[in-house]
């Protein structure tokens, strides 16, 4: 079946602007993550969905940025007033809940690449 | 909150020798390890994960080991061919039956040598 699809693939922003990105879990998938990748860095946790649960938010680096989620389906990151310093790769993951502890594996989404001039 | 430490940073073996990587983590509850495995440019994918109900897993050339009273994870690569050179992230996370928050790993990048 189809996997996680994220949107744009590319964006080129200015300094100041707003920018969403989205992604589209894979259906079924309850939970859904956000991760911020900077060029040659790790993977940094940014939000956690899960089902109708409050998010996690515990990861959002500044009020300048902020997530949303309707249900079980499309997700959407906002970043406000973009910085330099917020190029990186914005990666989306989701995971399937199971049932006696067994929550399914994370897949990944390609990712969109921002870049703030 | 949940921590994890990788280490090395970088690692490069010749082909067909094995390879080590190695994850701490901080959070006792955490009960849930997969490893992904990226390469330039490209998205991370798993490929291989373990419970904590389990000391060792395998799959063909890989391998996971758990220890959980000292809280670390290994990652295991025997006969490694050049097409294993990739960056290999570990993670962790509270695993139920929502999921859980899972937290990574600085990242490892392996290099083979032909």
């Known amino acids: 079946g189809a996997g996680v699809s994220q949107s744009p693939s590319n964006k080129v922003t200015e300094k100041g602007k707003d920018v969403e990105l989205r992604c589209d879990p894979i259906?079924?998938?309850?939970?859904l993550y956000w991760y911020r990748q900077r060029l040659g860095q790790g993977l940094e946790f940014l939000i956690y969905?899960?089902?109708?649960?409050?998010?996690?938010k515990s990861g959002l680096p500044s009020d300048r940025f902020s997530a949303e989620r309707t249900g079980e389906s499309v997700s959407t990151l906002t970043i406000q007033r973009t910085q330099q310093e917020d190029s990186a790769v914005y990666l989306c993951a989701s995971r399937l809940a199971g049932g006696g502890g067994r929550a399914g594996s994370p897949f990944f989404g390609p990712g969109t690449r921002l870049t703030v001039l | 909150g949940e921590n994890v430490e990788q280490h090395p940073s970088t690692l490069s073996v010749q082909e067909g020798d094995s390879a080590v990587i190695k994850c701490t983590y901080s959070?006792?509850?955490?009960?849930?390890f997969p490893w992904y495995k990226q390469e330039l440019g490209k998205r991370p994918q798993l490929i291989i994960d373990?419970?904590?109900?389990?000391g060792e897993k395998k799959d063909q050339r890989i391998a996971v080991t758990l220890n959980k009273t000292a809280k670390h994870f290994s990652l295991h690569i025997t006969e490694t061919q050049p097409e294993d050179s990739a960056v290999y992230f570990c993670a962790a996370s509270i695993k139920n039956n929502q999921g859980g928050k899972l937290i990574f790993g600085q990242g490892t990048e392996l290099s083979v040598k032909p």
């Open positions: 373990i419970r904590s109900n389990v």
């Open positions: 959070d006792s509850a955490s009960n849930y």
């Open positions: 969905f899960q089902g109708n649960s409050a998010p996690d």
């Open positions: 259906s079924g998938h309850t939970a």
